[in-house]
C-alpha cells in the first residue's frame, strides 16, 4: 500500500495539513497537475511572484519569435532552448507508470512547440498565455507536460515553499543548491529519494486548458463570430472534441479571433483547485479508506514456494472475490458512487482495487502493478510472481443494457435488474 510523505516523515495528519502542502504518495503519482491558471491566487507566500516569473519566462518567447524569420535563425533557437524542460522528479504529480521522473519536454517536441507558437504569432495573436493552452492544439502535450513545465518554471519557488514546510515539520532534509541559493528539500531516510513539495491550492485534476467542459459558449458578444464557430466547429468549445489538434489548429490559425476568444474565456475563468477535502473523484482518499477495510478484513492465504501458474491464478481470483464481498456487504462502495449514486469515473473503481488487492498481495510476495504495459496498451493491473507467470485484471464500468458480457463469472445483461445499472466488472486473463 503506498505510504504519504506524511507516514513516512512521522507528521501527524492534521498537522501536515496546515502547511498547506500536498501529502503526495510515495512511489506512485496521484492523477493531480500543477495548474498554472492557479499561480496567482495561491496563498503560499513563496508564491507571490510565480505567475509574473511564469507570464514573463513566455513573454520573452513570443519575443524571440516575433523577431525570428526562419526556423534556422538564432530567435527561434533560443526560443526551442527555452522551451525545452527537464524532468522535475518526486512532485508524486501525473500520470507516469514508471518511476516518478515526470514529464519533461525534449528538443524535438519544444521545436513543434515553438513552430506552432511562431504560426499563431504571425497570424497576429502575439498572446503569452497561447502556451498555456497548447495542449489543446499540439499533439504529445498532456496536462502532465504543462504542470511540469510550470514546476521547471517556477522551481525557485517551489524550492523556497519546500525549505519553508521542511523546516516547520522539522523532518529530515538536505540542502541544495539553485544557481546561487540554497534550499532545504525531505529526503527519505531510507531510501535517500528527495521530494520537491507543492502547494494544494495551484493543483488541479485536469487543468484548465485541458478540459473543455470548463469554456464556455464561445463569442457570445460577436454574433458574426458566433455564427463563423457554429459552422466550423458547433455551438459551443465542447463540440470541439469531435476534432482532431490538427483540423483544431487549422480552424484556428484561418480564423484568429476564434484564438483572442478562447484566450479571453481563459482568462476569465474562475480559479478553483482540487477540492482534496470531498475528493470527488476519489483520486486521495481511497488510500486511507482501503487500508482501513483491509485492515479490519484480513483474508489469509496460504502460498508456497513451489506453487504451481493455477495456484497464482486461483489467489487473484481470491482477491477479487474478497473485493466484491467488500463493495456490496462493507459499504467500500462508497468509493465508486457519488453521494447522490451515480458511479464515479473507472479511475475510481480501479484506485479502490489496487488499494485493497495491494494490501493482501503484500503479504504473499505477489505483485501488483496499476496501469503496466502489457505491450498492446496499458492494462488496469498486473498481478505477477517472477517472470513466468503475469495476470491481467481489467475494471469496467458497464452502462448499456444491452451489453453482453462473454464470461462464465459475469452475469448477462438480461440477469441483470435494470436497477443496478450502471454496474461494475473485473474481467481477468
Not at 531510507?190 to 495551484?202: A, E, G, H
Request: net charge neutral; charged share 25%; aromatic share 8%.
Amino acid at each position: 500500500m503506498p505510504s504519504r510523505l506524511s507516514e513516512v516523515f512521522a507528521v501527524p495528519q492534521q498537522r501536515w495539513e496546515k502547511t498547506g502542502a500536498f501529502d503526495a504518495f510515495i512511489g506512485m503519482d496521484a492523477r493531480l497537475h500543477i495548474d498554472p491558471f492557479l499561480l496567482g491566487s495561491s496563498s503560499a507566500i513563496e508564491l507571490a511572484d510565480a505567475k509574473p516569473t511564469f507570464d514573463t519566462h513566455f513573454l520573452n518567447i513570443v519575443r524571440l519569435l516575433s523577431h525570428s524569420r526562419s526556423y534556422s535563425d538564432p530567435f527561434f533557437a533560443e526560443a526551442v532552448k527555452r522551451l525545452t524542460f527537464k524532468e522535475i522528479p518526486n512532485t508524486g504529480l501525473g500520470y507516469s507508470k514508471k518511476g516518478r521522473k515526470g514529464s519533461g519536454i525534449g528538443a524535438g517536441l519544444a521545436t513543434e512547440i515553438a513552430k506552432l507558437g511562431k504560426l499563431i504569432i504571425d497570424a497576429g495573436v502575439a498572446d503569452p498565455e497561447i502556451f498555456s493552452l497548447m495542449g489543446l492544439l499540439q499533439d504529445d502535450i498532456g496536462s502532465d507536460r504543462i504542470s511540469d513545465m510550470t514546476a521547471a518554471i517556477i522551481l525557485e519557488n517551489l524550492l523556497a515553499f519546500t525549505d519553508r514546510v521542511v523546516s516547520d515539520l522539522g523532518i529530515s532534509c538536505v540542502e541544495i543548491r539553485r544557481k546561487d541559493k540554497c534550499f532545504k528539500i525531505p529526503v527519505d531516510p531510507s531510501s535517500n529519494d528527495r521530494f520537491v513539495l507543492v502547494p494544494i491550492d495551484i493543483l488541479r485534476d485536469l487543468p484548465v486548458a485541458f478540459s473543455w467542459q470548463d469554456i464556455d459558449i464561445v463569442c457570445a458578444h460577436n454574433r458574426e463570430l458566433r455564427d463563423r464557430v457554429n459552422s466550423l466547429i458547433g455551438e459551443s468549445w465542447k463540440d470541439v472534441n469531435r476534432l482532431s489538434k490538427p483540423q483544431l489548429r487549422d480552424i484556428l490559425l484561418s480564423n484568429p479571433d476564434l484564438i483572442r476568444d478562447l484566450l479571453n474565456q481563459y482568462k476569465r475563468k474562475e480559479a478553483r483547485s482540487y477540492d482534496l477535502r470531498s475528493d470527488p473523484k476519489m483520486l486521495y482518499s481511497w488510500q486511507p479508506v482501503t487500508r482501513q477495510v483491509a485492515a479490519q478484513n484480513p483474508l489469509l492465504l496460504s502460498l508456497g514456494t513451489e506453487s504451481s501458474n493455477s495456484d497464482l491464478i486461483e489467489l487473484v481470483r481470491v482477491i477479487l472475490t474478497k473485493f466484491k464481498s467488500l463493495i456490496e456487504s462493507n459499504r467500500l462502495y462508497r468509493l465508486l458512487y457519488n453521494d447522490n449514486g451515480t458511479p464515479r469515473r473507472e479511475k475510481a473503481a480501479q484506485l479502490a482495487l489496487f488499494g485493497i488487492a495491494d494490501a493482501y498481495c503484500e503479504a504473499n510476495n505477489l505483485d501488483i502493478s496499476p496501469e503496466a504495459d502489457s505491450g498492446n496498451g496499458p492494462v488496469d493491473f498486473k498481478f505477477s510472481r517472477g517472470y513466468n507467470c503475469k495476470i491481467l485484471a481489467e475494471v469496467k464500468l458497464s452502462s448499456n443494457s444491452k451489453l453482453v458480457l462473454i464470461s462464465n463469472k459475469a452475469p448477462q445483461a438480461s440477469e441483470r435488474p435494470a436497477s443496478q445499472l450502471p454496474c461494475w466488472y473485473i474481467c481477468t486473463d
